[in-house]
């Protein structure tokens, strides 16, 4: 059930709001270098490159993949979550495991498996399929965790009073689903937004391909800020757009509710479709682009192995995600915290300058961050640090999302009875706030971890010189073709990927009903 919204006053959290004010002032850089650019132009010329058929076609094209992915998604996640969470399917752990199993395979290894397998695939139908696939699991996830969280007696109360199974779905759980279907349609929609790598290997043109094949032309060239312009416009329209949906109310339970489980639904003739059409998305999400890895090991003709530059480059991608994972995940809680503890305009506003930065092209992110060490911190140009704050503005959405859901379901009063008893604020932040935030802390660090594994776009453009990583050295080799040399980098991601998406499927199932 929803609840109205408790406020702190910003003026209580003066540290907490002005490390919030810092990290959405990174997050808004790569969108400030646009606005310059833009500026640079002029609105004349702004008009003329902007109102072309080109554009139009790209338009299109973007927000009908974007508006299916985020569809197809919902359905998939919400369905699959409802599965596993609410009914008897036989073996529920193991499907639930197999549907995060998506997260560790990165979307330009899968949609390199498809065009491989399927070369005709270059269509908006392959580019749906491919990106769907490949994003479902971000809804997913947390619609479980609120599955979890819902009271159950709430269902057997409307089954009670002779509801069907889908109306109880309908009127009583859906409405409590909202914040995490719309979190989760959220982040899928702005990654499609910001997708290069399979997008590019599918030949599908949308506005990021578009404006990577610009910069290629013509580096810092207008077209291309012209082209970011619209892009970033159409990621306003989205945060705008899931506010609205979401409204004002906070979803948190005043109460612990009931302690014991809710009693599972049983499908009876039902069970065969569900099994079969839960193993048909894991055999299209994770069997498909396995497959065409094995295949690229065993039939390769250029799979000689450089194990020594396969241990190096493993070594400096894992000690990257790391890193990373610590410095988004950090970053992001002042941000999460506001968003729930201090509800309103400047908190709201706040949290979605986050979101700004990952609806950017990483392209566009690593030329405004190059820009910017060159003309302000000369010292810092080509060096870690900089593609540390690039990978922290693209992925900043992933951990504040979890960070913010986390602070929804943890009641404020065990801090007010804390502070009640004498504890000082250092101490309430480390025996009462911190524990509580814990999974989703986790869960945030698991997620940058794994997108930081498979990045590529940025990291082509800003890692120092000799650095390589798994997804650049795959994309070298794949590009040129060398697919047997490419396929030891790309399973390697994948085994990288791998724990992290375990530890998000055992979070997740924490407190399931067994």
Do not use: K
Request: aromatic share 8%.
């Amino acid at each position: 059930m929803t609840a109205p919204a408790v406020r702190a006053p910003l003026r209580r959290t003066p540290v907490t709001v002005a490390l919030a004010v810092a990290v959405a002032a990174l997050a808004l850089l790569p969108l400030g270098y646009v606005l310059v650019s833009a500026g640079g132009v002029g609105w004349t010329g702004l008009r003329e490159l902007v109102w072309r058929p080109r554009v139009g076609e790209l338009l299109w094209n973007t927000v009908r993949l974007a508006g299916g992915t985020v569809l197809l998604s919902v359905v998939l996640g919400v369905g699959a979550a409802w599965l596993v969470e609410r009914t008897a399917l036989p073996g529920r752990r193991v499907w639930h495991v197999l549907l995060v199993a998506p997260l560790a395979v990165p979307a330009f290894v899968n949609g390199y498996a498809w065009i491989s397998l399927l070369p005709g695939l270059d269509t908006y139908g392959g580019a749906l399929l491919v990106v769907t696939l490949s994003y479902f699991p971000f809804v997913y996830l947390p619609v479980v965790a609120a599955f979890r969280g819902l009271d159950p007696a709430l269902e057997e109360t409307a089954r009670g009073l002779g509801l069907s199974t889908w109306s109880v779905f309908r009127r009583v759980q859906l409405p409590q689903l909202r914040v995490a279907v719309l979190g989760g349609g959220l982040l899928v929609g702005l990654h499609v937004l910001a997708e290069f790598g399979a997008l590019q290997m599918l030949r599908y043109a949308t506005f990021t391909t578009a404006i990577y094949d610009q910069y290629r032309a013509t580096f810092d060239g207008p077209g291309a800020t012209a082209l970011a312009g619209v892009l970033v416009l159409l990621c306003v329209v989205l945060l705008l757009a899931e506010v609205r949906l979401r409204g004002r109310h906070g979803y948190a339970r005043t109460g612990a509710g009931v302690a014991r489980a809710g009693r599972p639904l049983r499908l009876g003739r039902l069970t065969a479709p569900a099994l079969a059409a839960l193993a048909a998305l894991v055999v299209l999400a994770v069997l498909v682009p396995l497959a065409a890895l094995a295949t690229w090991l065993v039939r390769g003709s250029s799979a000689a192995l450089d194990t020594g530059a396969l241990l190096q480059t493993t070594g400096t991608t894992l000690g990257l995600a790391a890193v990373a994972a610590a410095v988004t995940t950090a970053m992001a809680l002042p941000t999460g915290w506001l968003a729930v503890r201090a509800r309103g305009r400047v908190a709201t506003l706040l949290e979605r300058s986050t979101y700004l930065g990952s609806s950017v092209p990483a392209i566009v992110i690593a030329l405004a961050l190059v820009t910017f060490a060159i003309d302000v911190t000369p010292w810092l140009y080509q060096t870690v640090p900089v593609l540390l704050v690039a990978y922290a503005v693209l992925f900043l959405p992933r951990a504040v999302v979890t960070v913010r859901a986390a602070v929804e379901q943890s009641p404020r009063v065990h801090d007010e009875v804390a502070a009640s008893l004498g504890a000082s604020a250092p101490e309430r932040l480390r025996r009462v706030t911190l524990p509580l935030l814990a999974p989703g802390i986790a869960a945030g660090a698991a997620l940058v971890f794994l997108a930081v594994v498979t990045e590529l776009t940025a990291t082509l453009l800003l890692a120092p010189t000799g650095t390589s990583t798994l997804a650049t050295a795959f994309w070298s080799a794949s590009s040129a073709l060398e697919y047997g040399a490419a396929a030891p980098y790309a399973v390697v991601m994948v085994l990288l990927s791998a724990p992290a998406a375990v530890l998000l499927s055992r979070d997740a199932w924490r407190g399931a009903t067994p």
